[in-house]
């Protein structure tokens, strides 16, 4: 049925046509009440396809998976609109959820779904790594034994960094080999890792397999790919420009297509994307997960939750190039994630709230130690030192130590060496020590 046709204009199909504009419509959605008169479903569903294809958000060849037909497309519906403003709203800097993390940032603060995150990625990479393992290393617990490990400690390190970065570093390609550089340091096995096994006895793989099995072929990929993954960070990956979450999924995507680094290529992805994000104006992403939402859609876990199942998205993917299933899919559970995430930030805020009162009035105080006694209420991995106190307050050396000194007196923090200079953490007591006032 051609588009010029008159069944095109029934009400039947124009009723099709609006819902697919609302979410999106797969096929088995159409009944014998939705077909023209004299027309089949197949025919129809073309045409709706058709209709919509001129409409949609298209990749440009570079940017997608390989095919010699067309490229990939989608449209964005109404609920994903909605699902994107909502996310944005939630995410963006000066939001309720930003100041949460923003108050709470320091070596210790990690959330359940940021964990989930780097183990999934690690694990896409060869490295064996488990949740408990990552949680303990990342907060300090213990120091890391393996190469996985010590990744994984550096991930974290540099996703601290990236807003600091954001104003005089550009997403190119020096960035990236700098960020890669980070990600190894310490690691010992480069060697057998970089031939495509690693020491941890697991190969290296894309979170898309099924869909970009083939063009997952180190030899045939050089470092010039990289450009790929930058282009599409600066508008060339799509006409016209999607919104920022959506460009993130597809920088992330160009390393699941070609191992761009051969030691840690998903964790490169996940922090392309994320740096790229931050220098949009939305800092929360280094904490919210997509390769573990993939993951575990993927594998049932959102049953009941999930608007497609992950069989049905890349259906139509295979079947029309039509991305528009998967991304208002993850999208949707992007969305979910994010509201726990704020909703358990909440939760540690009200208890935070009962030793902050309690701050306020232990005696003998100056403000200045009540300031470092709520950072470290707040954020019990940040470090405070000497001359960082001289710095910020404007005082002489002696009244600095002795701000840090009487803190360590009273239980509030602990004193440790680093190199020929000591460092202030919250005391593991700290809280205790306050409750006890």
Same mark, same amino acid.
Request: charge should be neutral; charged fraction near 25%; proline fraction near 5%.
């Given at each position: 049925?051609g588009?010029g046709d008159?069944?095109?204009?029934?009400?039947? #199909?124009l009723?099709l046509?609006?819902?697919?504009?609302?979410?999106?419509?797969?096929? $088995?959605?159409?009944?014998?009440?939705? %077909?023209? *008169?004299?027309?089949?479903?197949?025919? !129809?569903?073309?045409?709706? !396809?058709?209709?919509?294809?001129?409409?949609? #958000?298209?990749s440009?060849?570079?940017a997608?998976?390989?095919?010699?037909?067309?490229?990939?497309?989608h449209?964005?519906?109404?609920?994903?609109s909605?699902?994107?403003?909502?996310?944005?709203r939630?995410?963006r800097?000066?939001?309720?959820?930003? *100041?949460?993390?923003?108050?709470?940032?320091?070596?210790?603060?990690?959330?359940?779904q940021?964990?989930?995150?780097?183990?999934c990625?690690l694990?896409f990479?060869?490295?064996? !790594?488990?949740?408990?393992?990552?949680?303990? /290393?990342?907060?300090?617990?213990?120091?890391?034994?393996?190469?996985?490990? $010590?990744?994984?400690?550096?991930?974290?390190?540099?996703?601290r *960094?990236?807003?600091s970065?954001?104003?005089? %570093?550009?997403?190119?390609?020096?960035?990236?080999?700098? #960020?890669?550089?980070?990600l190894l340091a310490?690691?010992e096995d480069?060697?057998?890792?970089a031939?495509?096994r690693?020491?941890?006895?697991?190969?290296? @793989?894309?979170p898309?397999? *099924?869909h970009?099995?083939?063009?997952f072929a180190?030899?045939?990929?050089s470092?010039?790919?990289l450009?790929?993954?930058?282009?599409?960070?600066?508008?060339?990956?799509?006409?016209?420009? =999607?919104?920022?979450i +959506?460009?993130? +999924?597809?920088v992330n995507c160009?390393?699941?297509?070609?191992?761009?680094?051969? %030691?840690?290529?998903?964790? +490169?992805?996940?922090?392309?994307?994320r740096?790229y994000l931050?220098?949009?104006?939305?800092?929360?992403f @280094?904490?919210?997960?997509k390769?573990?939402?993939?993951?575990?859609?993927?594998h049932?876990?959102?049953?009941? !939750?999930?608007?497609f199942?992950?069989?049905?998205?890349?259906?139509?993917?295979?079947?029309? @190039?039509?991305?528009? #299933?998967?991304?208002?899919t993850?999208?949707?559970?992007m969305?979910?994630?994010v509201?726990?995430?704020e909703?358990?930030l909440l939760?540690?805020?009200?208890?935070?709230? /009962?030793?902050?009162?309690?701050?306020?009035?232990?005696?003998y105080l100056?403000?200045?130690?009540?300031?470092?006694?709520r950072?470290?209420?707040?954020?019990?991995?940040?470090?405070?030192t000497?001359?960082?106190?001289r710095?910020?307050?404007g005082?002489?050396?002696?009244?600095a =130590?002795?701000d840090?000194?009487?803190?360590?007196?009273?239980?509030?923090l602990? =004193?440790?060496?680093k190199?020929?200079?000591?460092?202030?953490?919250?005391?593991?007591? %700290? @809280?205790?020590?306050?409750?006890?006032?």
């Amino acid at each position: 049925m051609g588009l010029g046709d008159s069944p095109i204009l029934s009400p039947a #199909f124009l009723a099709l046509l609006r819902r697919a504009w609302k979410e999106p419509l797969h096929p $088995r959605d159409l009944s014998e009440a939705d %077909l023209p *008169e004299g027309c089949g479903a197949q025919e !129809v569903w073309e045409a709706l !396809v058709a209709l919509r294809h001129a409409q949609a #958000f298209r990749s440009s060849r570079g940017a997608c998976a390989a095919s010699p037909v067309a490229s990939d497309w989608h449209t964005v519906t109404e609920r994903l609109s909605r699902t994107l403003a909502d996310i944005d709203r939630l995410t963006r800097r000066g939001s309720r959820l930003d *100041e949460l993390a923003q108050a709470r940032d320091s070596r210790a603060f990690i959330t359940q779904q940021y964990v989930e995150e780097a183990v999934c990625n690690l694990r896409f990479d060869g490295y064996a !790594v488990g949740y408990e393992d990552v949680r303990a /290393v990342l907060r300090g617990e213990r120091p890391p034994v393996t190469d996985g490990e $010590r990744i994984a400690v550096n991930f974290h390190s540099l996703m601290r *960094e990236l807003p600091s970065l954001a104003d005089r %570093l550009p997403l190119d390609q020096a960035a990236l080999e700098g #960020f890669y550089a980070q990600l190894l340091a310490g690691v010992e096995d480069r060697t057998s890792r970089a031939h495509g096994r690693g020491p941890e006895g697991l190969v290296p @793989r894309s979170p898309l397999e *099924e869909h970009y099995a083939e063009s997952f072929a180190p030899e045939q990929v050089s470092r010039a790919s990289l450009q790929t993954p930058i282009d599409v960070a600066h508008g060339g990956g799509s006409d016209p420009r =999607r919104h920022p979450i +959506m460009e993130s +999924m597809l920088v992330n995507c160009q390393f699941w297509r070609a191992p761009l680094f051969p %030691l840690c290529n998903n964790l +490169m992805g996940c922090v392309a994307s994320r740096y790229y994000l931050v220098r949009k104006g939305y800092p929360v992403f @280094r904490y919210v997960p997509k390769i573990m939402i993939l993951e575990k859609w993927k594998h049932g876990g959102y049953q009941g !939750v999930a608007a497609f199942s992950y069989e049905e998205t890349l259906e139509r993917v295979e079947s029309d @190039r039509d991305w528009t #299933f998967y991304y208002d899919t993850v999208m949707g559970l992007m969305l979910r994630e994010v509201r726990a995430m704020e909703r358990a930030l909440l939760q540690r805020a009200a208890l935070d709230d /009962v030793e902050l009162d309690l701050a306020e009035h232990v005696p003998y105080l100056s403000y200045r130690q009540r300031e470092v006694l709520r950072r470290a209420i707040l954020a019990q991995g940040a470090e405070f030192t000497i001359a960082a106190q001289r710095e910020r307050y404007g005082v002489v050396y002696s009244t600095a =130590r002795a701000d840090l000194e009487d803190l360590v007196d009273r239980g509030f923090l602990d =004193r440790a060496r680093k190199g020929r200079a000591f460092v202030y953490r919250a005391a593991a007591g %700290l @809280r205790d020590n306050l409750r006890a006032l």
